[in-house]
């Protein structure tokens, strides 16, 4: 079974950055999809951003294109987020989530097997 944890959330103000950290454990996951998805008071959980464990093709959701960037260090097993400009509107639990159905389609939380515990990030205005 593939174990996943967050880390390295926080609180900082708008502008800022941070680098979220998942460690990966368990089987074989060369084939997984690696995704990090986010939930907000009172919305829906939504995609962030993914990547393929095995080549390295990423993905981002519209809201976080060209701020965030997704990484893996296989040597390490682990998963990275790095956002910068922050804005207040990304404040949310952040997931990182894997599983190989994911490959047909990134963006849908229901092909991810594997969910991290989530980590808080709250971006001040």
């Known amino acids: 079974q593939v174990q996943l944890v967050e880390s390295s959330g926080g609180l900082v103000q708008a502008g800022g950055s941070l680098r979220l950290s998942c460690a990966v454990s368990?089987?074989?996951?060369?084939?997984?999809?690696m995704g990090w998805f986010r939930q907000a008071p009172g919305k829906e959980r939504e995609f962030v951003a993914a990547?393929?464990?095995?080549?390295?093709?990423?993905y981002y959701g519209d809201p976080v294109k060209g701020r965030f960037t997704i990484s893996g260090d296989n040597a390490k097993n682990t998963l990275f987020l790095q956002m910068n400009n922050l804005k207040p509107e990304d404040t949310a639990v952040y997931y990182c989530?894997?599983?190989?159905?994911?490959?047909?389609?990134?963006?849908?939380?229901?092909?991810?097997?594997?969910w991290g515990q989530g980590t808080q990030v709250t971006v001040s205005s």
């Open positions: 989530a894997a599983g190989p159905r994911a490959a047909q389609a990134v963006v849908f939380e229901s092909l991810y097997d594997y």
């Open positions: 368990g089987p074989t996951f060369g084939d997984y999809v």
């Open positions: 990547i393929r464990w095995s080549g390295g093709s990423t």
